[in-house]
């Protein structure tokens, strides 16, 4: 590039080098295409004569070698990356010198431009062809690449863009038009980007070595290209915040990374991002430095870090640790370079560091989005989430920033904001917020196809989800366009029908079903005249056919508030197929319909009567196409294509009369004369005569290159050039080469199209190994006996297809004229070829234009279509994309068409609704049929198998008769049971072959049986096996009360839990404030010892080491208040468990005792029922002999109902079994509320009829006995009365009358009787009532009770951890301040001791000079000079002991280093006193006292020497003491501080605990809250007190008044006192006033001025004060002494106490122990005794037994909640203030000590 001065010129170059690029492009493309053309020609010649003979002699089947094949024919994409490699050849200069020079001084101009019309991608038009370049223009697109990341940008208020196959395309929200650009590299756009300034926007296109087109906005002109940034394509493109660089990330296979200086088109850095697809990257907004990069199962966070190498780019990747590997889609970067990226299970990541910090959630661990979030969104300090379920969320931006974890999962739950569904068939894929100022409008690109505007204000004017644009989403299966008009349906397998105004640019209608739709077409005008009707077939095999219609020209649509300009209308709809319908098509007379389905089978329907079912027939493969044969055919034929290279052909189908249709089990259609034709692959074999025709071609050539040479050779040389002639044509010979060997794909190739030429013949094109031509094939003659799925067939010729070597025509259709040929490819790209009319075999198809519309990777044309006047061209892909074209035509079209919609039918809006098939399940039409006949078939055999039954009946019948009349017969005339059979070995062989049958069937249902037996055992063994009693309900007889006793559950050997041992117990807090006491006597003791310092170091620092004596006391205050608490708690503790264990005991034993009670009221009741019916017998007896008119109506025997006995229901007998199993079949058919009541209703009467029946506990044998005694009685009496006729006498008269006055008397108390014992039975049932009813109070209130403590006992444990965790924490301090301290004082006594050494080395040298002054006696007249040289200062070596591992080296030049420094310092101190000489003796000196003095100085300097390493000593002791005192007074203020936090959160758990609600239960009479005379209704907010509680109120309520009435006196008196004192303080302050001017008159009389006299008192020394000072010091020294002395004494004495009374204690716990292991075995001793003597006295053993169980539960629950207590106990009173509980009598608080 050239600089902004020479742009004309270097940009003239630069496009001239593009210029010469793409020419050097288009010469390659046309030399390869010239190069296969020419090797087509020479085939042409000779394709009749050789394909004519390989019919008949078949070629061998040999392998074929694809080298010779890209000989042949080169791909396209080899083209293109020659072309790229050419151009990129042709722009690099030349020179590299000129190329560096470039580099360094030349940039890019800020107004240079590329031209737009050089970089697009144009059409491909064969040379020499005529054909316009612009022969389709596209004019409009609806739909668009729905599911490519970010696709969806917003370039200003107006406008969008976004990519649609080749195509970016800029719409207009306002006008709804379109802009278009291009691809430049015909390949693809991988993905678009806008600069933060909305100025300029990113196309990212696919290709090899795609490029990056930076667009300005909005002249819409190439500003920069960026080059080599991946190899296949871009994934992701984003701009930093300033717009400065530009990061890229390529797909698969490189995964490249680049940053780009996108102005200079230079890039900065370049890295590989990831092993794996990489989905976005994007830039830090607070920092440019950073970038993240997310994509499938991996984040990463990048970099640009400068190291020694220069600029790099550094990643550090995301782990995910204890989370599961999700693919990340959206993430957002937050300020403080955190991270929060979404999930694949819709839960929020946060990630710091490289590692997830929290996992965001919602309550209840639900996720944040039911699906992955696909974006994140940081706007106006909220966090916007966008998720695949359709939903957007607002969470709050500081909850998110500063979460953490708060336990192991790593989950945080919070709630969003807000939340917007914007609807239920929507999957969001991202999000744009347009720029309107004050709006919170954003755009969002959906998944599914739409394009919604949303209202994110969550205010009271919000709007609801606007969606502007909705197309299909997914690949669009079938495409069909009106016959009449430019209307044009589509479906696709998102379930929709959807109409377009292709010519207006305006979608009209959609319709929504259940299933995708595959396959589409419009009714021909045959059909429906109004072109008003489409067909549609689905994925499920339904077939649909709807009605467009105008819904403007309706008769009636009142209350419609818009009508749109189209509407759809179900109007017929059918099954033919079980699978997807993958094929329609009409007859060209619009006679019959024909469908094709993947079920492999092609139905034909009437189309006249409603689409009658015809039949249909079968096909080797599945259906991919129908084509009928045009008008021009004499005959009308069906070509039916198969995926698996099948085509048939079958002829119009016969249509049956309705009787025969109507018996025909099937639709199949049998005897219809199909030809077939399967397909052969000859690839190989056509590219064999290709390279036979070049080899023959290229021989003729080098033979006339011979005979010249040859001729040449011969002029020359005569016989010599022959023969070396003749040698060089032998080595020509042996250099030729094989030809490709014959291939035939094992698979055979799918067919894609196909269309009819002629009849019987056709053209087809295949996908795979076969793609790259076009087939012309021919049926074979129909021969029925041969089988078409085992012989093969060849086609007859071919049309070669340029470029379509991997990319196979997938659709064909023809203009009306037939003079061009529409070809959708499956890159995406349209072709069309010019033909000639009435040219069948296509003779001339050379001609073609080609160009790139839909994805090249997943565009694949599904869809081609004309409009009915071949002005327009219509094609989908399976990128949902639909493009409109108009087709290049002389004559000018209307500017403004529009597509009219049909009218509506007369009366289609009263027309009822066709019922849909909604179930894809349903029967097709022939399963249908098949079904009824099935239905039929199966109730005639039924029929007959009633008729034989009724036979067998009636024989049986007969054969009774026969036995029974055998029977009456004299015995002796009696014919026996066997003379009955016919032979005795058939009845014998019947009666062995039923034990067998019954003998297989036991064995085939042991399983089964064993299985049930199991299941039974197990659901006894959990639900009633653990109950200990079950809940029984007694009914009254008269009344309507009832009782039901307590269901209690058998004690589980899980709840016995030991009590703690004593090594177990946690120590106490008394323990532990005695530990703590001892080691704090210890740093006292410690501390005591520091003080004894000399008496000048107390003079220096005064009061500093006074002793602490308080501590002591106040320790030993706070240990004595801690053991009270302690054993006040322990006693409340050990009532408590005393009231719980006699609580549970009590509890528990009333339960069972009322259940004692009401198991034996209803045992009474048993036998009041059992009398009751004796009594009625014997009433019914007595009624017999009186007369009707005496009789008392008999009162009806109570019933024992099931609740009473629910023992019962697990009884059963194989009557009961075989009603269950009855009911139970019987119950599947009905509904599930009859289910119920049939079970309720039958289970009621097998108790009824058993408990009655065969089991004697409620009705017994003796009563059966009684009343069967009865009613033979009955009976007989009437027979007595038969036979005596005769009148009775006057005795006998007299007799009956005493004995009717005696049955009357009778009857009357038997009645009263009855009624006596039902009334008895109801009192006692009322009476046991209500003692339950008082039991079960006593109950409930226990239940509460529990209730509160268990919530205490959560409460407790939900603190018991951080609470533990702040003890700890004290813990530790409080150690580590116990450490410092103890440091503190060994370092004061190390100080005290270094301080008396320096004292005794002090009194040495005194002792020194002292001794030396005696020596030299008095008047010596060299005592100046002997004390001179004693005293005289001098330097000498140290005297340092040589140690065996010491370094000889060091010592030698620590000696020489002292020995210089040594004469340095000699010679200094003869410098300083020259006269002065101490080596010599003065003359008349004594030697003696000058030796002395020699020696003493030697003393004397080492006694200094020691001096100094002592203060040395000293000063580091200082220094450490000092370090240590700070530490200790940091760790005093964190352990203060941990101590206010450990009481700050037991404050918080007490208040807590008071918080927890306790139910307390009132009477009528306790509530006084009384409103208007009444007891309100709610009472929450009145409060509850004691009787207790509310005296002592009144009783403070009176005292105060007192107390106010005191104070009121006090008040008045002490405004008297004021009123007086203020009065005195005015007196004395005219007092004082007078006496200071009296004293400022003294003191200028006296001093001539004012003074301060406080200071001048100030300035005297006071010397007895002084003195009086320094003696009290000293006497505090001395008392310091003495009482630390003291103080050690009774910290020895009482250790001593302590060690004495702890052995104590161990003793007395030892003796406890061994006393309670005594009782113990005392108990168990008497135990045993007493079951020797009364094992079969008392109760029984089993209640026994029962009982000990269950008081040992009790024991072991009581000893638990003990525990629990003590525990509990020991947590209230962590530094809590609690509230003593009330003391026990003393009885009670010593009964627990001595167990």
Not at 189 to 216: L, N, Q, R, S, W
Not at 1149 to 1174: F, G, P, T, W, Y
Request: charged share 30%; glycine share 6%; net charge negative.
């Amino acid at each position: 590039m050239k600089e902004p001065g020479d742009q004309d010129t270097d940009g003239g170059k630069l496009d001239g080098s593009k210029s010469d690029g793409r020419q050097s492009q288009s010469s390659s493309k046309s030399a390869s295409r010239s190069a296969m053309k020419e090797d087509y020609k020479l085939l042409e010649d000779a394709t009749e004569e050789t394909f004519t003979e390989g019919r008949e002699s078949r070629l061998g089947d040999d392998d074929y070698s694809m080298e010779q094949l890209e000989g042949s024919s080169s791909s396209f994409q080899d083209d293109y990356v020659e072309s790229i490699a050419e151009s990129r050849y042709m722009e690099t200069p030349a020179p590299d010198s000129e190329r560096a020079e470039e580099e360094v001084k030349k940039k890019i101009s800020e107004n240079f431009f590329y031209d737009y019309a050089e970089l697009i991608s144009m059409p491909f038009v064969t040379p020499d062809s005529n054909i316009p370049l612009d022969l389709l223009t596209l004019v409009h697109s609806f739909g668009y690449d729905c599911r490519k990341r970010a696709n969806l940008k917003l370039l200003d208020s107006s406008t969008v863009m976004y990519i649609a196959g080749n195509q970016l395309i800029l719409l207009n929200l306002k006008t709804k038009e379109q802009n278009y650009l291009r691809s430049s590299s015909g390949r693809g756009i991988g993905v678009i980007g806008v600069h933060p300034d909305k100025t300029y926007f990113t196309v990212a296109e696919k290709g090899v070595f795609p490029k990056i087109i930076i667009y300005e906005y909005p002249s819409l002109r190439p500003y920069r290209i960026l080059q080599d940034g991946t190899e296949l394509a871009y994934a992701y493109v984003d701009f930093n915040y300033d717009g400065i660089l530009l990061a890229s990330v390529g797909s698969s296979p490189d995964h490249t990374l680049t940053i780009w200086n996108w102005k200079e088109e230079q890039p900065i850095l370049r890295t590989k991002a990831f092993s794996q697809e990489v989905f976005k990257v994007t830039f830090n907004p607070e920092d440019d430095e950073q970038l993240t990069t997310s994509g499938s199962g991996h984040i990463k966070f990048w970099e640009m870090a400068l190291t020694f190498t220069g600029l790099k780019l550094q990643g550090s990747l995301g782990r995910f640790g204890k989370t599961a590997t999700t693919d990340i889609e959206g993430y957002m970067e937050l300020p403080d370079g955190k991270v929060l990226s979404g999930s694949e299970w819709g839960n929020m990541l946060v990630w710091e560091g490289g590692l997830i910090k929290v996992e965001l959630c919602r309550a209840a661990r639900k996720s944040c989005h039911q699906g992955p979030i696909n974006q994140i969104v940081l706007d106006e300090g909220e966090v916007i989430t966008i998720g695949a379920d359709g939903c957007i969320r607002i969470w709050d931006f500081e909850t998110i920033d500063t979460a953490d974890t708060i336990d192991e999962t790593g989950l945080l739950e919070i709630e969003p904001i807000n939340e917007l569904q914007v609807g239920k068939n929507v999957k969001l894929f991202s999000m744009i917020k347009m720029s309107d100022m004050g709006n919170n409008i954003w755009l969002a690109q959906d998944a599914n196809g739409a394009i919604w505007k949303l209202d994110l204000s969550f205010s009271n004017i919000t709007q609801d989800p606007d969606c502007l644009f909705s197309f299909h989403s997914g690949a669009i299966e079938a495409l069909a366009v009106s016959p009449l008009t430019y209307l044009m349906a589509t479906t696709a397998l998102d379930c929709s029908v959807r109409i377009y105004d292709f010519a207006g640019k305006t979608p009209l209608a959609q319709m929504r079903f259940k299933q995708g739709g595959t396959a589409l077409t419009w009714v021909p005008r045959l059909v429906s005249y109004t072109g008003a009707q489409i067909i549609v077939g689905f994925e499920d095999g339904v077939v649909r056919i709807l009605e467009l219609y105008d819904p403007k020209g309706l008769t009636v649509f009142a209350g419609r508030k818009k009508i749109s300009d189209a509407d759809i209308n179900l109007k017929q709809v059918f099954k033919p197929h079980t699978a997807r319908v993958t094929a329609l098509a009409y007859e060209r007379d619009g006679e019959i319909l024909a469908t094709g389905s993947r079920d492999q089978t092609v139905f034909f329907f009437e189309v006249e009567k409603d689409y009658k079912p015809i039949g249909y027939i079968t096909t080797p493969g599945p259906v991919c196409q129908l084509v009928w044969s045009s008008v021009s055919h004499p005959e009308s034929t069906l070509l039916i294509f198969c995926e698996n290279g099948y085509v048939l052909e079958t002829p119009l189908p016969t249509i049956k009369e309705e009787e025969e249709d109507h018996d025909a089990v099937s639709y199949e259609i049998k005897d219809m004369h199909i030809k077939c034709f399967h397909f052969s692959s000859v690839k190989s074999k056509i590219l064999r005569l290709i390279e036979i025709e070049k080899r023959k071609k290229q021989k003729e050539l080098k033979e006339k290159e011979k005979e010249e040479r040859r001729k040449q050779l011969a002029a020359e040389m005569k016989e010599d050039g022959e023969k070396e002639f003749q040698v060089e044509e032998e080595e020509e010979r042996e250099e030729e080469e094989p030809l490709p060997e014959i291939f035939i794909p094992s698979t055979p190739c799918r067919i894609l199209c196909g269309f009819y030429s002629e009849p019987g013949k056709f053209w087809v094109s295949l996908g795979g190994y076969d793609s790259g031509f076009l087939y012309h094939c021919e049926f074979p003659p129909y021969e029925k006996s041969i089988n078409g799925t085992e012989k093969k067939d060849e086609p007859f010729d071919f049309r070669f297809l340029e470029d379509t070597e991997d990319n196979p025509i997938h659709t064909i259709t023809f203009s009306i004229n037939q003079d061009l040929m529409f070809c959708g490819m499956q890159n995406g790209a349209i072709r069309v070829y010019i033909l000639s009319q009435n040219n069948p075999s296509l003779t001339n198809m050379v001609d073609y234009w080609h160009f790139n519309l839909h994805d090249n990777n997943y565009g694949c044309v599904k869809g081609i279509s004309t409009s009915f006047d071949d002005r327009f061209l219509v094609t989908t892909g399976a990128d949902s994309n639909i493009f409109v074209f108009t087709i290049f035509s002389e004559f000018e079209l209307m500017k403004a068409i529009k597509a009219k919609v049909p009218s509506p039918r007369f009366g289609i809006e009263a027309e009822p609704i066709p019922e849909d098939i909604e179930d894809p399940k349903a029967y097709s039409i022939e399963n249908a049929r098949r079904k009824r006949e099935h239905d039929k078939l199966m109730k005639e055999v039924e029929e007959i198998k009633a008729g034989k039954r009724e036979k067998l009946k009636a024989l049986r019948n007969e054969f009774q008769q026969l036995l029974e009349m055998n029977k009456e017969l004299p015995k002796h005339m009696q014919f026996k049971r066997t003379d009955f059979d016919l032979d005795s070995k058939i009845r014998a062989e019947i009666g062995r072959k039923t034990a067998h049958k019954i003998q297989q069937v036991e064995k085939e249902l042991a399983w089964e049986k064993e299985k049930h037996q199991l299941g039974l055992m197990k659901l006894q063994n959990r639900f009633r096996d653990s109950l200990e009693s079950d809940t029984i309900v007694v009914h009254a007889i008269q009344s309507d009360h009832k009782i039901s006793s307590y269901r209690l559950v058998k004690p589980s050997k899980y709840s016995k839990s030991k009590r703690p041992s004593q090594s177990e117990r946690r120590t106490s807090k008394l323990e532990r404030f005695e530990k703590e006491g001892a080691g704090r006597k210890d740093s006292q003791k410690d501390t005591g010892e520091s003080i004894n310092v000399p008496e000048e170091s107390i003079i220096d620092k005064g009061k500093k080491f006074r002793p602490k004596t308080l501590s002591e006391i106040m320790v030993e205050n706070q240990i004595e208040k801690t053991r009270k608490l302690i054993l006040k708690a322990e006693r409340a503790q050990l009532k408590i468990q005393q009231r719980r264990k006699e609580w549970e005991e009590l509890a528990h034993s009333k339960k069972m005792h009322m259940n004692k009670c009401i198991l034996s009221l209803r045992d009474l009741k048993v036998a009041v029922i059992e009398e009751i019916q004796c009594l009625v017998q014997e009433l019914k007896s007595i009624q017999s002999t009186l007369h009707i008119s005496k009789h008392i109506p008999i009162p009806e025997i109570p019933q024992i109902h099931p609740e009473e006995v629910p023992e019962k229901r697990f009884h059963y007998d194989e009557e009961i079994l075989l009603n269950f199993k009855q009911e139970h079949m019987t119950i599947q058919d009905e509904k599930p509320s009859e289910l119920e009541q049939r079970r309720s209703t039958g289970a009621g009467g097998g108790f009824l009829k058993l408990s009655f029946g065969k089991d004697g506990d409620l009705t017994t044998r003796d009563s059966l006995s009684r009343s069967s005694r009865a009613l033979a009685l009955i009976v007989d009496t009437p027979k007595l009365m038969e036979f005596e006729k005769a009148d009775p006498i006057d005795l006998e008269l007299e007799i009956m009358k005493r004995d009717e006055i005696k049955h009357v008397y009778m009857q009357e108390y038997l009645t009263n009787r009855i009624k006596e014992l039902i009334v008895t039975f109801d009192a006692e049932l009322r009476l046991l009532r209500h003692q339950k009813l008082k039991l079960d109070i006593q109950m409930k209130l226990s239940d509460l009770h529990h209730v509160t403590l268990f919530q205490e006992m959560l409460l407790l444990k939900n603190f018991e951890k951080q609470e533990n965790i702040l003890q700890e924490r004290v813990n530790s301090l409080d150690k580590e301040e116990q450490d410092m301290q103890w440091k503190i004082n060994e370092t004061l006594k190390e100080m005290e001791e270094k301080k008396n050494e320096i004292t005794k080395l002090q009194d040495q040298e005194k002792a020194l000079y002292a001794g030396f002054q005696t020596a030299l006696g008095e008047n010596n007249k060299f005592t100046n000079f002997l004390m001179k040289v004693l005293k005289k200062r001098i330097k000498r070596v140290k005297k340092k002991e040589v140690e065996g591992d010491a370094d000889e080296e060091e010592d030698s030049d620590e000696s020489s280093e002292e020995e210089s420094s040594l004469e340095s310092d000699e010679d200094e101190s003869g410098s300083d006193d020259e006269v002065f000489d101490d080596s010599i003796c003065p003359t008349n000196c004594d030697v003696g006292l000058f030796e002395l003095a020699l020696q003493l100085r030697e003393k004397r300097l080492d006694i200094e020497e020691s001096l100094v390493e002592e203060k040395k000593i000293i000063d580091n002791l200082k220094k450490e003491y000092d370090t240590l005192s700070k530490k200790v007074k940091i760790v005093a203020t964190n352990l203060n501080a941990a101590e206010e936090a450990l009481e700050a959160y037991q404050r918080e758990k007490q208040q807590r605990l008071n918080e927890l609600l306790v139910v307390v239960p009132l009477k009528l009479h306790q509530i006084e809250h009384i409103v208007f005379g009444e007891i309100p209704n709610d009472l929450s907010g009145t409060l509850v007190f004691s009787n207790h509680s509310l005296g002592r109120l009144q009783e403070r309520i009176r005292q105060l008044h007192e107390e106010n009435s005191k104070q009121q006196k006090l008040n008045k008196e002490f405004r008297e006192r004021r009123k007086q004192l203020i009065r005195e303080k005015r007196e004395m302050a005219k007092t004082i006033s007078k006496m200071e001017e009296t004293v400022r008159r003294l003191m200028i009389s006296k001093f001539g001025r004012v003074i301060d006299l406080e200071a001048l008192q100030t300035l005297s020394v006071n010397t007895m004060l002084e003195e009086l000072k320094i003696k009290k010091l000293r006497k505090e020294l001395s008392n310091a002494k003495e009482m630390k002395m003291w103080e050690e004494k009774i910290a020895q004495v009482r250790w001593e106490l302590m060690m004495k009374t702890k052995e104590h204690t161990k003793k007395l716990h030892q003796m406890n122990d061994l006393c309670t292991e005594k009782k113990k075995l005392d108990s168990r001793l008497n135990t045993l005794q007493n079951q020797q003597g009364n094992a079969f006295q008392g109760p029984r053993k089993a209640d026994i037994v029962a009982r000990k169980k269950v008081t040992e539960l009790i024991q072991v629950q009581a000893e638990r909640i003990l525990a629990l207590k003590e525990e509990i106990a020991l947590l209230r009173k962590k530094g809590g203030f609690i509230l003593p509980p009330i003391q026990p009598p003393q009885e009670k608080e010593m009964k627990p000590m001595g167990l």
